[in-house]
C-alpha cells in the first residue's frame, strides 16, 4: 500500500527506469503521496482502492485514453499475460517516435561536440589555442553528453509508458463482467473486469497408509467442520 509516499519516493530514486502503482483506500492518504511524488510524474500511479483487489486493478488500465479494442468476453478462461483490451497509443507513439527523432539530432550535435573537443586540445596541445577555448569545448562535449542521456531515459520511460496501453492479464482466470465498451475513455483505477482465480476449493487429506490403494481421482470427500458438522 502507498501510505504517505515515502517508501515509494525511494524505489523511484532507486530505480530510474521503473513505475510504481501505489495502492491506497484512504483518499487523504493519496492526496498526501501524489503531492510527495509529484515530481517522478508518469513514473508514479496513484490508485484508490484494496491491496486485497490487487489483480483486478492490475486488470485495469494504467493511463488515461480510449479503448480501441477489448480482446475478451466475460466468462473466457485466459492465462497470464493475455491481452485483455488496448487502449488507444497513437499519442503516445508520436511522443516516442519524436524523443527518437530528437535523440538522433542530439547524437549529430555530440558527434560534432567531440570534433571540436579534438582540435581544440590539438590546439592548445601545439600552443596555438587558448586554455579557454578548450575548456569551452570541453564543457560543450559535457553538456552535449547529458543532453543525450537524458534523450536516452526519457525514451525508455515513454516505451515503458508505451506499454501500459495493451491491459494483460495479471494471472490465469476466468474473466467476469466488463461493465466497459470500445470508446469509452477510461483512467487509471478505472476497473475493466474481474479475474476469478478459484479452481474449486484445494485442501490436503490425511488418511490410514494401508487406505492409498483406495484413493482414486473423483474419490467423494466429506468436510466436516470443527465441531463435526459438514
Do not use: C, W
Not at 15 to 26: E, S, V
Not at 63 to 90: H, P
Not at 201 to 227: F, I, M, N, W, Y
Request: hydrophobic fraction near 40%; avoid cysteine.
Amino acid at each position: 500500500t502507498l501510505g504517505g509516499g515515502g517508501h515509494a519516493a525511494r524505489v523511484l530514486e532507486a530505480a530510474p527506469g521503473a513505475t510504481l502503482i501505489g495502492i491506497d483506500r484512504d483518499p487523504a492518504a493519496l492526496a498526501a503521496a501524489g503531492a510527495r511524488l509529484a515530481a517522478f510524474g508518469d513514473r508514479a500511479k496513484l490508485v484508490h482502492g484494496n491491496y486485497a483487489d490487487l489483480p483486478e486493478l492490475l486488470a485495469g488500465p494504467q493511463v488515461d485514453g480510449i479503448i480501441r479494442k477489448i480482446a475478451v468476453q466475460s466468462g473466457d478462461r485466459v492465462r497470464q499475460g493475455q491481452t485483455l483490451s488496448e487502449i488507444d497509443s497513437s499519442v503516445q507513439q508520436a511522443a516516442v517516435a519524436n524523443l527518437e527523432q530528437m535523440r538522433a539530432a542530439q547524437q549529430a550535435t555530440l558527434a560534432y561536440a567531440r570534433q571540436q573537443l579534438q582540435r581544440a586540445q590539438s590546439l592548445y596541445q601545439e600552443k596555438i589555442g587558448t586554455l579557454q577555448d578548450y575548456q569551452q569545448a570541453q564543457s560543450a562535449a559535457q553538456a552535449a553528453e547529458a543532453q543525450l542521456s537524458s534523450l536516452e531515459a526519457q525514451i525508455r520511460q515513454a516505451k515503458v509508458t508505451l506499454g501500459y496501453y495493451t491491459v494483460d492479464a495479471p494471472r490465469a482466470g476466468t474473466v467476469g463482467d466488463i461493465p466497459l465498451r470500445v470508446g469509452d475513455r477510461v483512467a487509471p483505477g478505472d476497473k475493466l473486469t474481474t479475474l476469478d482465480a478459484a479452481q474449486g476449493r484445494q485442501g490436503d487429506v490425511q488418511g490410514p497408509v494401508e487406505q492409498a490403494g483406495r484413493l482414486h481421482t473423483g474419490l467423494p470427500v466429506e468436510v466436516l467442520s470443527g465441531k463435526g458438522a459438514p
